[in-house]
Structures are given as C-alpha cells and as structure tokens.
T-cell receptor, first 109, second 115 residues
Framework: GQNIDQPTEMTATEGAIVQINCTYQ??????LFWYQQHAGEAPTFLSY??LDGLEEKGRFSSFLSRSKGYSYLLLKELQMKDSASYLC??????????WGAGTKLIIKP | TAGITQAPTSQILAAGRSMTLRCTQDMRHNAMYWYRQDLGLGLRLIHYSNTAGTTGKGEVPDGYSVSRANTDDFPLTLASAVPSQTSVYFC??????????????FGPGTRLTVL
C-alpha cells in the first residue's frame, strides 16, 4: 500500500508560524489534500495541490513538490482555534484518498 | 443546508448484534464513502460508491456491507458486530469524476462501541 508520513504531534506558540510536513509515494499521484479536524469533529477541507508550488489561502498555505513526494502546510499568525489535527491525504491513481494518521497541533499562549 | 447527516450520533452495541449506520447527503454528489477512524491511525476506507447502483471495497471491508439504492443514501451495515469494530465512523461524499471535484465532505460521525 501507499504510505503517507507526517509527524504525530507538534507544538507552537500563539502568533507564531508552523510548518507541518507530509511525504508520500510518488507513484499513482493525482493530487494532495490537507484537511483540518478539531477534536470530536469531522475533517474539513483546507487545500488541494496538484501542481508544484505554493498555494496561499489567507493564513494557511500549502506547498507541493511532486518530484520529491513532499508537501507542507504552513500556518501563519497562529490562533488558539488552530489547535487541531491536520490530515494529509494523497489522491491515488483510482481517485481514492489515502490518508496520513494526522498531525496533532498544540498551540500554547 | 444540511450537507451530510449521519445517524445515530453514538451507539453501544452488544457483540454479535447487527446494526445499520445511516448516511444521507443532499448535495447530489455522485460518490460516497465510509471510513473508520481509530486513534493513531489515519482514516481507513471501508466501502465506497462512485455512483448510485454501484459499490466497491476499500481497505478494510471485512465485516461490513453497503448498498446504494439512490444518490442520497449510503447505509453501512455490520451483520454481526465484534469489539474490534469499535471506532468512529465517518461518511463522506464528493462530486466524483475528475480530480478537481474530488474534495470530500464529511458527515459528523457515528461513535460506535461494541462490547
């Protein structure tokens, strides 16, 4: 099967910047998604990358390098409400999503 | 706008009993999915349906069955529940087709405990 790797947990300070990395297997790649999931809630869509480069959307940006099988989610001006798990998911050759285990982000005041 | 609804919100079930988790979407999406989410693991696909009348097996289909009689509904049935099926179950839908429309929208989840 395909593996999606991302850190289990990260801690950052309110107002700071944090980068959450994700690596995936490059075979059968059709795009890379990032989702946010607050504790006890459903995942919600953040971003989608299919071409190399940086996509910016307000305080959140997502980067993709297809040749390296690498993506990151960049969160700026962190707020307490950003405390959540961030899920990386690869769209495979069958257009199904393969999910990473998620990165739990803890924001400290 | 309701989006996707799931029922029940939570359930405690005795091992060996059967149960159907309900999922309904009002977005006229072609594709629907059932996932389970366990602590420390990513979302794992149980079954999916690319369009009404068709279903397919995901990564962890054993012990589960689905049907897709119409566009809106995608129930998940556990024929004889076992404790390892204790999990949070999410239903999702997407417009389907090409990759630009494959953003998945999730229901609120069903927390199932099998004793």
């Amino acid at each position: 099967g395909q593996n999606i790797d991302q850190p289990t947990e990260m801690t950052a300070t309110e107002g700071a910047i944090v980068q959450i990395n994700c690596t995936y297997q490059t075979s059968g790649f059709n795009g890379l998604f990032w989702y946010q999931q607050h504790a006890g809630e459903a995942p919600t869509f953040l971003s989608y990358n299919v071409l190399d480069g940086l996509e910016e959307k307000g305080r959140f940006s997502s980067f993709l390098s297809r040749s390296k099988g690498y993506s990151y989610l960049l969160l700026k001006e962190l707020q307490m409400k950003d405390s959540a798990s961030y899920l990386c998911a690869q769209l495979d050759s069958n257009y199904q999503l393969i999910w990473g285990a998620g990165t739990k982000l803890i924001i400290k005041p | 706008t309701a989006g996707i609804t799931q029922a029940p919100t939570s359930q405690i079930l005795a091992a060996g009993r059967s149960m159907t988790l309900r999922c309904t979407q009002d977005m006229r999406h072609n594709a629907m999915y059932w996932y389970r989410q366990d602590l420390g693991l990513g979302l794992r696909l149980i079954h999916y349906s690319n369009t009404a009348g068709t279903t397919g097996k995901g990564e962890v289909p054993d012990g589960y069955s689905v049907s897709r009689a119409n566009t809106d509904d995608f129930p998940l049935t556990l024929a004889s529940a076992v404790p390892s099926q204790t999990s949070v179950y999410f239903c999702a839908s997407s417009a389907g087709g090409d990759r630009q429309t494959n953003e998945q929208f999730f229901g609120p989840g069903t927390r199932l405990t099998v004793l």
